[in-house]
Nanobody
Framework: QVQLVESGGGLVQAGGSLRLSCAAS????????MAWFRQAPGKEREFVAG????????TYADSVKGRFTISRDNAKKTIYLQMNRLKPEDTAVYYC????????????????WGQGTQVTVSS
């Protein structure tokens, strides 16, 4: 079993930056593809970024590519989301998630979820 805990959210001005972290438990963390999703009030949970088990492959939603970077440190059992040039439309609760394969975009594909961390971007 994998447990995930997000941190690093907060309130920032448009154009600012945040780095989210997701700490994982379990000895098999390195075998999982990982992803970040986000969900704004009244909206569906949407895929933001994904990374393969070894970290060699990444994928991003069109809305964040060029601004966000996903990375992982398997020794620390942690994934990160560096968010730059933030926009008000990035405001959402951000969740990390684990899957047995890489690159799936639907939230129902993922086996494990963190509790979420709030990101608010002011205009």
């Amino acid at each position: 079993q994998v447990q995930l805990v997000e941190s690093g959210g907060g309130l920032v001005q448009a154009g600012g930056s945040l780095r989210l972290s997701c700490a994982a438990s379990g000895r098999t963390f390195s075998a999982y593809g990982m992803a970040w999703f986000r969900q704004a009030p009244g909206k569906e949970r949407e895929f933001v970024a994904g990374i393969s088990a070894g970290g060699a492959r990444t994928t991003y939603a069109d809305s964040v590519k060029g601004r966000f970077t996903i990375s992982r440190d398997n020794a620390k059992k942690t994934i990160y989301l560096q968010m730059n040039r933030l926009k008000p439309e990035d405001t959402a609760v951000y969740y990390c998630a684990a899957d047995q394969v890489f690159g799936r975009l639907r939230p129902d594909h993922y086996d494990y979820w963190g509790q979420g961390t709030q990101v608010t971007v002011s205009s």
